[in-house]
């Protein structure tokens, strides 16, 4: 009978307990990007698949980037002269890299977070299949910027980081749509 009691006692005082709101993972879009990235430069790759693709797009980022995005989309089109929207970077913004070898040393890490947007890095070995031995254990740095949109979180941003200079793919898109046709 105590132990009957015991344990209602402490059901009680857990559903009466307030329960703490959990804020979506930072990591996670991050993740699901990176897993596509490693993926695509991987040897078995039968097709590549975009990170800005399907419902990755309207899933995984801010919906500032999404409509940067899909204008330059829109003006890659314009210039290619194409009727459907075209992917405006030509080369893998993860990697920073139209050429490489399969990811090496992976690590995705929380850096931290200040005003509201957590700062997920990445780190890896594109080059981990080069004789060179410097080129080969060169670490690749990107950073991304999450934040919390409609209680999820998604991408803001991308930078690549290389000697102490960090680079924006919002920045790169609003470029390419300035460009003259």
Not at 4 to 18: C, D
Not at 35 to 43: C, E, G, K, Y
Request: aromatic share 8%; net charge negative.
């Amino acid at each position: 009978m105590r132990l009957a009691f015991s344990l209602f006692v402490a059901g009680f005082v857990t559903l009466a307990a307030p329960v703490a709101a959990q804020s979506p993972d930072p990591v996670a879009p991050v993740k699901e990007v990176m897993d596509v990235t490693v993926t695509n430069w991987s040897d078995s790759v039968d097709e590549w698949k975009g990170i800005f693709e399907g419902d990755r797009l309207n899933r995984l980022y801010t919906k500032e980037l999404v409509e940067l995005y899909k204008k330059a989309s829109e003006k890659a089109a314009k210039i290619f002269e194409s009727e459907e929207p075209v992917d405006p970077f030509d080369y893998d913004v993860v990697t920073n890299s139209q050429d490489g070898c399969p990811l090496q040393d992976v690590k995705i890490a929380l850096a931290g977070e200040k005003d509201g947007v957590s700062d997920v890095a990445v780190s890896f070995r594109l080059w981990a299949c080069e004789d060179n031995a410097d080129t080969k254990n060169l670490v690749s740095e990107v950073h991304f910027d999450v934040v919390q949109e409609d209680g999820k979180a998604v991408i803001r941003d991308i930078h690549h980081v290389a000697d102490g200079e960090r680079d924006s793919v919002i920045e790169e898109l609003k470029a390419i749509i300035a460009q003259e046709e």
